[in-house]
Structure formats: C-alpha cells, structure tokens
C-alpha cells in the first residue's frame, strides 16, 4: 500500500479490550504501523478518545483522523438512553467528547469531517442488541456547526476558533489534501449558506412505501439552516 500510495482506513480498536478502552488500547499499534510505514498514509476513522486525538497528533503529516458530527455530540450516556445514539466506537467521556471538538478546528489539517451516517431501520435500532450506528448525513453539516456553537456556550473552546477558514478547513479542504483529489477552481467551488434561522430534524423518516422507517439523530433538535449558494 505504502509503495502504491494507497490509504490504509481503520477502525482502531483492540478486539478482546473492554469497549471503553479499546481505542486507546490500539494506540501503540497505531504507533507501530506509522514507524514501519511512515510513507505509508493512514486514516483513523471515527476517533473518539482524548488517546486517539493525541496519538494522531504524535504522528508525521501521513496520519490523520475523521471525526463524525455525532461524536461532536455524544457521551456514553447519551449511548445509554437513546438507541438512536448508539454507535461504534461508542462514544466516551465528556473530556473525550471536548479533545474531539478542540481537534476539530485546531486549524493542523490532520482532523476533518467523516460522517459514518448508517440509517438503519428503526426495529434494527431498538430490539435488543441493536445495530450501531447514528443517522446524520441530511444534517450533518449543521450538527457539526452547532456542536462548535455549544462548545463556545459551554467554554470548551474559544469563539475565535471558529473562522470560516477552520471550518472549510474541517468539513471540505483537510480531507481533500490528505486524499490529494483534485481541488476545484475557487469560482467553480459549491458554497452553502447556514443561517440562524430554524431548521427542526424530524422524529423519523418513512419510506414511500411506508415498509421501512429511519430515526435521525437529534430527532426533533433545531439546528442551523443550510442551503446551497449557486
């Protein structure tokens, strides 16, 4: 993979490791792997831990991470109280979730946007043991905007931090570098508009057929409205 310049995309947890540990447990295999391979470009997906934060920050400029709208969000409890906030790696403690912001507009280019949405049917979501996974990808963008607005509220992060450039940077620009794709023109590049005004994400979402039934994440939250600049 180093040799072809492929991305190696992982899901960084020890199997056989209590679920709140089993991230950081995989750290020094992290560690291991970039030291064999340091051409070799690495993804850990959906970080969730302080642990995981640092260690992609301990690394060179070919490891990187994603962080989903939904960890931006979400303790253990939340996991605990709503199947619609289930997922995995499961989400962990407060001071997880604030690292998980904080690296989200630290402005390094080594955190951006990963949704990991998985729109499973409600009766998967709420029978016993059931499917991992949250539904974001219609909101995602403004989940992750007023996850960083709640943040400033609550003073895990500076308002200063939030600059239109760390936010391009998080959700659009980071991940394209890190994959090299082609950037676009500036004149050519789509451009969304978000406003204060309320937007509500709904209780659940039905198919036309009404067979198949989807609860989103933060259903009946208000969230930042978007819409698409032509």
């Given at each position: 993979?180093?040799?072809?310049?492929?991305?190696?995309?992982?899901?960084?947890?020890?199997?056989?490791?209590?679920?709140?540990?089993?991230?950081?447990?995989?750290?020094p295999?992290?560690?291991?792997?970039?030291?064999?391979?340091?051409?070799l470009?690495?993804?850990?997906?959906?970080?969730?831990?302080?642990?995981?934060?640092?260690?992609?920050?301990?690394?060179?400029?070919?490891?990187?991470?994603?962080?989903?709208?939904?960890?931006?969000?979400?303790?253990?409890?939340?996991?605990?109280?709503?199947?619609?906030?289930?997922?995995?790696?499961?989400?962990?403690?407060?001071?997880?979730?604030?690292?998980?912001?904080?690296?989200?507009v630290?402005?390094?280019?080594?955190?951006?946007?990963?949704?990991?949405?998985?729109?499973?049917?409600?009766?998967?979501?709420?029978r016993?043991?059931?499917?991992?996974?949250?539904?974001?990808?219609?909101?995602a963008?403004?989940?992750?905007?007023?996850?960083?607005?709640?943040?400033?509220?609550?003073?895990?992060?500076?308002?200063?931090?939030?600059?239109?450039?760390?936010?391009?940077?998080?959700?659009?620009?980071?991940?394209r570098?890190?994959?090299?794709?082609?950037?676009?023109?500036?004149?050519?590049?789509?451009?969304?508009?978000?406003e204060r005004?309320?937007?509500?994400?709904?209780?659940?979402?039905?198919?036309?057929?009404r067979?198949?039934?989807?609860?989103?994440?933060?259903?009946?939250?208000?969230?930042?409205?978007?819409?698409?600049?032509?």
């Amino acid at each position: 993979m180093q040799e072809h310049n492929l991305v190696l995309n992982l899901h960084g947890e020890t199997p056989g490791t209590a679920v709140l540990e089993a991230e950081a447990a995989f750290v020094p295999t992290l560690h291991k792997l970039h030291a064999t391979f340091p051409k070799l470009r690495i993804v850990l997906e959906h970080v969730s831990t302080r642990e995981g934060i640092e260690a992609v920050r301990k690394c060179g400029s070919t490891v990187a991470a994603t962080i989903t709208a939904h960890h931006l969000w979400s303790t253990t409890e939340n996991a605990e109280q709503d199947a619609h906030s289930f997922c995995k790696p499961i989400a962990k403690t407060l001071e997880d979730r604030i690292a998980l912001l904080r690296a989200a507009v630290d402005g390094s280019g080594k955190f951006f946007f990963g949704s990991d949405s998985a729109p499973h049917p409600v009766q998967s979501k709420e029978r016993a043991g059931g499917a991992a996974g949250c539904f974001t990808s219609p909101w995602a963008t403004q989940l992750v905007i007023d996850a960083l607005r709640d943040a400033v509220d609550h003073g895990w992060i500076s308002n200063h931090k939030i600059t239109q450039e760390a936010l391009e940077g998080f959700l659009s620009t980071y991940g394209r570098k890190f994959y090299e794709l082609f950037d676009p023109n500036e004149s050519d590049k789509p451009r969304i508009r978000l406003e204060r005004s309320k937007e509500t994400i709904p209780k659940s979402i039905v198919s036309t057929d009404r067979t198949i039934e989807v609860v989103p994440f933060r259903r009946e939250k208000d969230v930042v409205s978007l819409s698409w600049i032509d």
